[in-house]
């Protein structure tokens, strides 16, 4: 079944027109997007981490919490699932052991990223990578480590917010040399810098839609027309279940004005949703006290969420 799955999705990238992947983050929002008849699903790191663990995605969730969704959600799903691994969860062996884990797990693909250990959720400043030349040799492991050719290797550069467009697109054409099947350049500014990157290359490119995010939110004959093969709307779904249920999102932060709080206060108002803050004395306090509390399985299953979605 899960090989059927990955073929699928390999001969749907060779053909015309643009793959869409909502974003799934627990079991009944990728029951739902199953049921609507998309090329792909995209479970979201985001998400996944925030729903699943109550925690925020910024390198919390390890290699065990993760397979453990990728083998639930695969299990489940009759559509190809494109599976977020963050950095790969450590060094050259993690590497191998999360790709393997993957593929075992069920996934069609996995996305792979350069950022530096603990990561950053993704369109957010100050995102650090390791050296170009470590991640060719982490995307190097991952394509020998897979045993079937038709599990997508999705390389992710993380490098246009601190180092710029040009240096994304250096790391980008390395990726490819190295056996990617699909780049991912992250958080590109505007359309002009979208359309250059889709001038760049011949692999199949992603876009990442995030609503109110750095990139242009764009149609998906616009995606078409300046080279994306397929595009990732990660989020949407969540912030539609927070909408929809205002009172049910929480997070928790080491105290009043400190970095995740101003980025949760911005979320909401960007997102123009509601979200209760739980200030903590500290760090580690608030990752122990339940400092992101999620609660969208009650909300997903009303009928109005699946209008929504």
């Given at each position: ?204 490119l992603l876009a990442n839609m995030v609503e109110k995010g750095r990139t242009p939110v764009l149609s998906r004959q616009e995606l078409e027309s300046i080279g994306y093969k397929l595009a990732i709307f990660p989020v949407t779904a969540l912030l539609a279940a927070a909408r929809a249920n205002p009172t049910e999102l929480s997070y928790g932060t ?56």
């Open positions: 079944m899960n090989e059927t799955l990955r073929a699928r999705l390999k001969q749907r990238l060779q053909e015309p027109g643009l793959v869409v992947a909502p974003g799934v983050f627990d079991m009944v929002s990728l029951r739902l997007a199953d049921s609507f008849g998309f090329d792909a699903l995209y479970m979201t790191g985001y998400g996944t981490v925030a729903s699943h663990m109550g925690l925020p995605d910024a390198g919390l969730a390890t290699y065990s919490d993760m397979v453990g969704r990728v083998t639930a959600m695969a299990g489940m799903a009759k559509t190809p699932l494109i599976a977020d691994a963050d950095t790969g969860y450590g060094g050259l062996l993690n590497m191998r052991h999360t790709i393997q884990g993957y593929e075992a797990a069920g996934a069609a693909a996995i996305q792979l990223e350069d950022q530096e250990f603990p990561k950053k959720c993704g369109h957010t400043p100050g995102r650090r990578v390791i050296p170009m030349e470590d991640m060719v040799r982490k995307i190097q492991v991952a394509v020998d480590s897979r045993t079937d050719p038709n599990f997508l290797i999705i390389a992710r550069t993380d490098a246009r917010t601190t180092l710029g467009l040009d240096e994304a697109l250096r790391r980008a054409e390395a990726y490819a040399r190295a056996g990617a099947d699909i780049l991912f350049v992250e958080s590109p500014e505007s359309e002009e810098e979208m359309r250059r990157i889709g001038q760049s290359f011949d692999l199949p080491a105290g009043i004005g400190s970095t995740h709080h101003l980025a949760g206060e911005l979320l909401a108002s960007m997102s123009k949703t509601k979200l209760l803050h739980v200030p903590f004395r500290g760090d580690s306090a608030s990752l122990t006290g339940t400092p992101f509390r999620v609660t969208l399985m009650r909300v997903m299953s009303e009928p109005r969420m699946r209008k929504l979605v």
